[in-house]
């Protein structure tokens, strides 16, 4: 009995642990479940949450726009981020479409540089309708949002040459993505920039296609 007390908390201890990591690069603080490619349905496991584009929308159509603010100091970061934003398009009849826009008050998705704690590279916010914008989404928003925020460490990308990849990790979870546990997805926290994916992996986008009901093609 000794000994099971002791496996469990050592494994409560890893779990904590994870969580903090997750905590500390930003988005969700709850991890989904996955067991790598085991993933139940064929998907990552989470709430169902995502984010509307209009009055008499739904999940299945609808372009999500994104305004990248002028702010960023090199047009490069701007081009970086924006290829990571277009990584998420879905083809075909029954899609999520990503576009960039210059009118920021028609965009959904806001990414605006910021000085954030350190080894933060990355952070996003969602807002429900009538509510300010919150970061946890298990304790904090109850149904669907209409917009989302992602904040950017323009320094530390810069240093990391990584910007691409932290604009797809963050848009993920603009899109209504959690962080995951498995290393073979973009949403997976904490990872060394070399072993980060740069492009959403098939996992990643069938759970896209899972959250807004669509397929993907």
Not at 31 to 50: I, L, P, Q, R, V
Request: proline content about 2%.
């Amino acid at each position: 009995m000794r000994k099971v007390r002791e496996g469990v908390a050592k494994w409560m201890s890893v779990l904590a642990a994870v969580n903090m990591a997750a905590w500390m690069v930003g988005g969700n603080v709850a991890m989904a479940k996955c067991n790598d490619y085991k993933c139940e349905g064929g998907w990552h496991t989470f709430w169902d949450y995502y984010l509307e584009t209009g009055k008499k929308t739904n999940r299945i159509y609808g372009t999500r726009y994104v305004y990248i603010s002028k702010k960023f100091k090199v047009v490069s970061s701007r081009q970086q981020i924006m290829t990571g934003c277009l990584a998420w398009n879905m083809k075909g009849n029954s899609k999520i479409r990503i576009e960039t826009t210059s009118d920021y008050d028609k965009c959904h998705i806001y990414i605006v540089p910021e000085i954030l704690e350190h080894g933060v590279d990355g952070i996003t916010y969602l807002k429900p309708k009538g509510l300010p914008y919150v970061k946890d989404l298990e304790n904090n928003l109850h149904g669907n949002y209409c917009h989302a925020k992602i904040e950017m460490s323009e320094s530390r990308c810069h240093m990391y040459k990584y910007f691409t990849k932290v604009a797809t990790h963050e848009i993920g979870h603009a899109l209504g993505m959690s962080h995951v546990t498995c290393r073979n997805s973009v949403m997976c926290p904490g990872m060394d920039s070399k072993k980060m994916l740069a492009a959403p992996s098939a996992l990643d986008k069938s759970t896209l296609c899972h959250i807004y009901n669509a397929i993907y093609k």
